[in-house]
């Protein structure tokens, strides 16, 4: 039987080409349905206000970089989005004067814009971001050089070494788009090969990091939290981490407070995840193939499945 075309976006694929089944039954978790998705190699995890929820978060980089040494370098690879977290590592690391020498960091992706990645002093970037909120907030005694950390370029090759040098990463920290995404891992275009079905978990798992022309619901989004709506001022492409780099990852941690996607997203991946449903119209289903995920929900934006007025 042929896919349903997509009701957001005809020419690309996402979420709503599912069987109905799969999305009613998602619809319908509570959360304690959704605590109880927890399996050998998926955790999802509650907290019940957001200052413990991004308290966590920010010492997942403090756990992950005080296991590291000249001999055994350690990374994180983390989000713009959320970023809340970000301060809060930078002080963290300041009050315990935790020495950042041998750590690493990887940025999770950045915006392309007229064939290169978007200059890192542009407002948008989410290097920019990365190291205001964080890096240079670190007493420079205790930063790791800046060699260690790592942000994807349009010349992706550097950025990639970067993953096969040693270093072991620790975690690999995301949220969720509207798309069910992480990072800038979208849905793709509904042509060429790829008219009839998406491409195959198999092969989604194989790309590396690239650029990706985004899905327009993703631009809305960012538009959204990040324009004021102006959806013109967003770029339509990206630069993005992998799959492939994903699954050299130890650890993939997903946070959500409810600010990204909304309740039934927050439903739908763990649903899918849990059940070892994967099909690449939805990619955050495929970390069902990664031996290590965890979800981490702020109980106050779970929301509700239910049609109302306001």
């Known amino acids: 039987m042929a896919r349903k075309l997509s009701m957001l976006a005809p020419g690309w694929w996402d ?24 399996r050998d190699g998926f955790k999802v995890v509650f907290y019940d206000t957001l200052e413990d929820f991004y308290l966590a978060e920010a010492l997942e980089y403090i756990t992950a970089w005080k296991q590291s040494t000249e001999s055994n370098p350690v990374g994180v690879c983390g989000p713009i989005g959320p970023t809340e977290q970000l301060p809060l590592v930078a002080r963290i690391v300041n009050a315990i004067q935790l020495n950042l020498s041998s750590a690493h960091f990887w940025g999770m992706d950045e915006w392309y814009v007229n064939g290169k990645e978007m200059d890192a002093s542009h ?11 964080c890096f240079n907030r670190i007493d420079k005694k205790l930063r790791m050089p ?29 949220g969720q788009g509207d798309t069910k995404h992480w990072a800038f891992n979208d849905p793709v ?46 770029p339509t492409q990206a630069l993005t981490v992998g799959p492939l780099q994903t699954w050299k990852a130890e650890k993939v941690s997903i ?21 070892k449903i994967m099909d690449s119209a939805v990619p955050m289903s495929l970390l069902a193939g990664h031996p290590n995920v965890q979800f981490n929900y702020y109980i106050g934006g779970l929301g509700v499945c239910e049609t109302e007025m306001h």
């Open 146 to 174: 800046d060699s260690h950390l790592h942000f994807p370029k349009a010349d992706t090759r550097k950025y990639d070494e970067s993953w096969d040098s040693g270093v072991r990463c620790a975690v690999m920290q995301g």
């Open 189 to 234: 275009k509904r042509e060429g090969k790829y008219k009839d079905n998406p491409p195959t978990p198999e092969e989604f798992r194989k790309l590396s990091t690239r650029v990706v022309d985004l899905h327009p619901v993703t631009c809305m989004q960012n538009a959204r939290t990040s324009a004021g709506g102006v959806v013109t001022g967003i």
């Open 255 to 275: 946070w959500q407070a409810g600010t990204h996607d909304n309740a039934f997203g927050q439903r739908l991946t763990p649903f899918m995840i849990s059940k």
């Open 123 to 133: 407002p948008l970037s989410f290097e920019k971001a990365d190291r205001d909120l």
């Open 15 to 38: 979420f709503t080409t599912l069987d109905d089944e799969i999305l009613n039954d998602a619809a319908r978790l509570q959360p304690k349905d959704i605590l109880q998705l927890s």
